[in-house]
């Protein structure tokens, strides 16, 4: 799991450290304050973990040259140069590392014209081999056939995530016997609230079957294709608590109903009190307040709350990190859900004087 992440000069960051909890981590902010940007960059260091182990020699260029293309995928730069993500401005080299639960690290600059990264420090970075997943805001059932093979030869308009979970979601089941109890529990809520189960084939075919019949995936809600992706990911052991590396998740609430987002909810913080790190970014207050409500200190739930905002004075993205809901500060989603109690309130009033 990853402990730190540090960022400078990368795109609109130009200083940003942020400590995550090892269970849960949500973020949030306004528009445009980096939220994604920071997603990606934290899974793209953990690049790593595949790489070493289909080939534990790798060298430095080798791991200079796959980081590198990681992230140009991962950010789709203009004209598909590192540099551009550059900080504008910026006159010191661009720097990103991660620090690992277990003391591994790996840390590497670029300036505006650089062509690939540099790797400044890769202690122990081959031990790290806890394979991370991103699961972006679009769900991706809807389109997976044949998505794979046109991404590997057109210059599609998606980053890199959607073709790493297609790629995920293809794999094969694990072995029953190998597959964690409560991602066995977390499989029985998703096929309950949904009615049906997602059944998948192989080359991007997916259907939704009920004890009755079986439909296109394309026929069921958007929602409920996302919660698919998650039941999914747990079934081929993609996700597997205390076994695989961060789930990073933009956007869960994405089209999913709020009444939905509880049991959402619930099934992360299980997973995550099993050794499952988790690491979202949402606009969303209901998801944001289930967080906080059904956090329970007796199961040493452990919520850290990261809100990105622009400094007033010098217009830097700058976090502040809390594990106490009560003290996100600034919190723009409750702010926005205040203001709407009340000017509810208002126009309450308002009717009662007339």
Not at 145 to 150: E, R
Request: contains cysteine; negative net charge.
């Amino acid at each position: 799991m990853i402990e730190r992440l540090e960022l400078r000069n990368i795109t609109s960051f130009r200083k940003l450290e942020i400590d995550f909890s090892p269970r849960i981590n949500v973020i949030i902010g306004e528009n445009g304050t980096g939220k994604t940007h920071l997603l990606k960059a934290a899974y793209g260091l953990c690049a790593g973990a595949p790489l070493f182990k289909n080939k534990p020699d790798i060298s430095e260029d080798e791991l200079e040259t796959a980081l590198t293309a990681k992230l140009l995928r991962l950010f789709m730069p203009l004209d598909d140069k590192l540099g551009k993500m550059h900080r504008q401005g910026a006159t010191d080299q661009a720097y990103l590392s991660v620090k690992f639960a277990k003391g591994q690290k790996i840390a590497a600059t670029f300036f505006n014209n650089s062509k690939a990264l540099s790797v400044q420090d890769r202690t122990n970075y081959e031990q790290y081999q806890d394979e991370a997943v991103f699961i972006p805001t679009k769900e991706v059932l809807s389109f997976m056939k044949g998505f794979n093979s046109l991404y590997e030869k057109y210059g599609l308009s998606f980053d890199q995530t959607y073709q790493d979970i297609c790629l995920l979601l293809d794999l094969p089941e694990i072995r029953p016997e190998t597959l964690h109890e409560k991602s066995k529990w977390a499989m029985a809520e998703i096929e309950s609230f949904c009615g049906g189960r997602f059944v998948y084939y192989g080359g991007g075919k997916v259907t939704f079957k009920t004890e009755t019949a079986e439909y296109s995936a394309n026929t069921m809600a958007e929602g409920f294709r996302k919660a698919g992706i998650l039941s999914r990911l747990l079934e081929t052991g993609a996700i597997q608590p205390g076994v695989s590396g961060p789930l990073f998740w933009d956007e869960p609430e994405s089209n999913l109903n709020p009444k939905l987002l509880k049991v959402l909810v619930q099934i992360l913080l299980e997973l995550s009190r099993n050794g499952q790190q988790i690491i979202l970014a949402t606009h969303d207050y209901v998801l944001l307040k289930w967080f906080d409500l059904l956090a329970d200190e007796g199961k040493e739930d452990h919520v850290r709350f990261h809100s990105l905002y622009r400094d007033s004075d010098t217009s830097e993205i700058k976090v502040s990190s809390t594990d106490d809901y009560h003290d996100i500060s600034p919190n723009p989603i409750d702010e926005a859900f205040g203001f709407l109690i009340n000017q509810e309130i208002e126009n309450d009033m308002g009717g009662l004087d007339k």
